[in-house]
C-alpha cells in the first residue's frame, strides 16, 4: 500500500552522498518536488557504475560481441577477408584483429561522456554539486572533505541520501596490483590483450568478463568453487552458458576455490585450496563487492548497520533515523543500477511527501551480458520450490524460431512460470541475443499480474524472437487446471 508523509516544505533542502544512479536519480527527483539538492560525489557523477563498473564493462562487452556475431558470417554466406573469424579460430587469429588500447581508449571516452551528461542535466536542473567525500554529523549535518584538499565545508540538511555505493572486494591472498593482479575497475587501464587471464569468480562480473576476454582472443581459465557457474541463476540457463563457455574454447573450473595469486616473472600464479597451481598471463579478482561505509560516521549518527557492513533500510529506503535514507550497493538490497536508481526515487517521493510505492524486489528485471544473454524477472525456479509454490511452467528452445535460424542463433530458449490454476504470470527466464531487451513483456506480465492467456492472445510480429515468448504462453495455456 502507498505510503505518505508531509508535504514538501518550500525551504527543505537535501544532501546526497554518492552522485551514482541512486544519488542522482534522487537528487532529480528532489529537485522537481521543490527542494534545495546537493550533490557531493568525490570521484565524479555516474558514480562507479559509470566510471568503472557498468558503462565500461557492458561497453566492452558490446565490442566483443562483434567477433561472436562474426562466428556465424560462414553459415550467413559471407566471407570475412583475409582475417576470417569463424568457428574453430584460434585466439591469436582473433587477439591479431584486437588493439585493446583503443578499445580501451573508446570505453573510457563513453563512460567519461556519461558522467559528464549527468553533470549537466543535474546543473540544468539546479542540482549544486559538490567534488569531494562527505561524511555525516549527526542525522542533519554533513561534513564535505574537497577533493583539492581545500578547507571542510559543512551542511545543514532536512533529508540526507546516503548512496555511496561499493568497491570490489579483494582477497588478502591476491592482492590487486594494478598490472597482472587485477580487479574489475582497473581492466581499462591495460593496453595489451591479456594472453592468458584467469578469471577468479564465476559470478555475474566473473562470467560476463571472461565471455568478454575470450571473445575478444584471451585464453581464459574460469575458477569457480562452485558446482557451476553463475550458481545463483536459473539452473537451466547457467548450464547452457556454460556449455557455450566451454564449446568456445574456455577453460572452467568448477568446484575450486582460489587461495593466492602472486605474480611471476612473466605473469601470475593461482593456487587453489587443494594445492593445484594455474599460471597464467593476468588474474582477474572477480569476488563481490564491500559496500562503501567506512568513515561515513553512520554510528556516530545512529544509523543501524548490519555486520556485513551495508546500511540497514526498508522497502521505502529509511535507515533507523529520521530524516536519512539510503540506496544502492551500499544498501545490499539487489546490487543493480536500476534497482539503486528506483531506490533513490522512491526514498526522495516518501521523504518529501508524495504518494510511493515500496520497492517490489519480485518485479525487478534483472540482465547477465554474456552470449548469449540472461535476463530473468519474478520468481526463480528455485525460490519457487523451496516454498513449496504450486506452478506450471514450460521452456522453449530459441533453435525453432525462424527469425533465430534468420540469424544464425542456436543456443538459447524462453521459459515461463505461471500459477497452475489462476494463469498468472510468475516469472521467467530469456536466454538468447539482446535478452535484456526481449525480457521486457514478461516484466510487463508479472509487474501487472497479468495471465499467460494475456500474454498468447497479444500479436508478436512474424519473425521475431519475441514469437517464441508467445508461443511459450501458448504452449503453457494447456498445462491450466480447472
Not at 543456443?411 to 521467467?428: Q, R, T
Not at 530469456?430 to 514478461?442: N, Q, Y
Request: charged share 20%; hydrophobic share 45%; aromatic share 4%.
Amino acid at each position: 500500500m502507498a505510503e505518505k508523509t508531509a508535504p514538501a516544505g518550500p525551504n527543505r533542502t537535501v544532501v546526497v552522498i554518492g552522485g551514482g544512479p541512486g544519488g542522482y536519480e534522487a537528487a532529480l527527483v528532489a529537485r522537481r518536488a521543490g527542494a534545495e539538492v546537493t550533490v557531493v560525489e568525490r570521484h565524479g557523477l555516474g558514480g562507479a557504475a559509470v566510471l568503472t563498473d557498468v558503462v565500461p564493462s557492458k561497453t566492452l562487452i558490446a565490442t566483443a560481441e562483434w567477433l561472436t556475431f562474426a562466428e556465424s558470417a560462414p553459415e550467413l554466406g559471407i566471407r570475412t577477408g583475409g582475417s576470417p573469424v569463424v568457428p574453430g579460430d584460434d585466439q591469436e587469429t582473433r587477439r591479431a584483429l584486437v588493439d585493446l588500447e583503443a578499445v580501451n581508449a573508446r570505453v573510457l571516452a563513453l563512460a567519461a561522456a556519461q558522467s559528464s551528461d549527468i553533470r549537466s542535466r543535474l546543473e540544468r536542473e539546479g542540482v549544486a554539486v559538490v567534488e569531494g567525500s562527505g561524511r555525516l554529523d549527526g542525522p542533519s549535518r554533513v561534513v564535505v572533505t574537497p577533493s583539492d584538499g581545500g578547507a571542510e565545508q559543512t551542511l545543514d540538511a532536512d533529508i540526507v541520501l546516503l548512496a555511496t555505493g561499493a568497491t570490489p572486494r579483494t582477497l588478502p591472498t591476491a592482492e590487486p596490483d594494478g598490472e597482472r593482479i587485477l580487479t574489475w575497475t582497473q581492466l581499462y587501464d591495460l593496453d595489451e590483450l591479456p594472453e592468458r587471464l584467469i578469471v577468479v569468480g564465476s559470478g555475474v562480473t566473473g562470467a560476463e568478463f571472461a565471455g568478454a576476454y575470450q571473445a575478444l582472443g584471451s585464453d581464459v581459465v574460469l575458477v569457480s568453487s562452485r558446482d557451476r557457474v553463475l550458481p545463483g541463476e536459473d539452473e537451466d540457463a547457467a548450464e547452457l552458458l556454460e556449455g557455450v563457455f566451454r564449446s568456445r574454447g574456455m577453460t572452467v573450473m568448477s568446484r575450486s576455490r582460489a587461495a593466492a595469486a602472486e605474480r611471476t616473472d612473466d605473469g601470475v600464479a593461482v593456487t587453489l585450496e587443494d594445492g593445484r597451481v594455474v599460471e597464467g598471463s593476468h588474474v582477474l579478482i572477480a569476488v563481490g563487492g564491500v559496500p562503501n561505509t567506512e568513515g561515513l560516521g553512520l554510528a556516530e549518527a545512529g544509523v543501524a548497520v548490519r555486520p556485513s557492513g551495508h546500511v540497514d533500510v526498508d522497502r521505502v529506503s529509511r535507515t533507523s533515523v529520521r530524516g536519512v535514507y539510503a540506496a544502492g550497493d551500499c544498501t545490499g538490497v539487489l546490487p543493480l543500477a536500476s534497482v539503486a536508481a528506483m531506490q533513490g526515487r522512491v526514498a526522495m517521493a516518501h521523504a518529501l511527501g508524495d504518494a510511493v510505492a515500496p520497492l517490489r524486489l519480485g518485479t525487478v528485471a534483472a540482465n547477465i551480458f554474456t552470449a548469449p544473454e540472461i535476463a530473468t524477472v519474478g520468481e526463480s525456479e528455485a525460490r519457487l520450490r523451496e516454498r513449496g509454490s504450486r506452478y506450471i511452467t514450460t521452456t522453449l528452445p530459441l533453435a525453432r524460431n525462424p527469425r533465430a535460424k534468420m540469424h544464425g542463433v542456436h543456443d538459447g530458449f524462453v521459459k515461463l512460470f505461471a500459477h497452475p490454476e489462476a494463469g498468472v504470470v510468475l516469472g521467467g527466464v530469456v536466454v538468447a541475443p539482446r535478452a535484456s531487451e526481449l525480457i521486457f513483456p514478461i516484466t510487463l506480465a508479472v509487474s501487472h499480474r497479468l495471465t499467460i492467456d494475456d500474454v498468447a492472445d497479444a500479436f508478436t510480429v512474424y519473425p521475431s524472437l519475441t514469437g517464441t515468448i508467445g508461443e511459450t504462453a501458448r504452449v503453457l495455456h494447456g498445462q491450466l487446471t480447472d
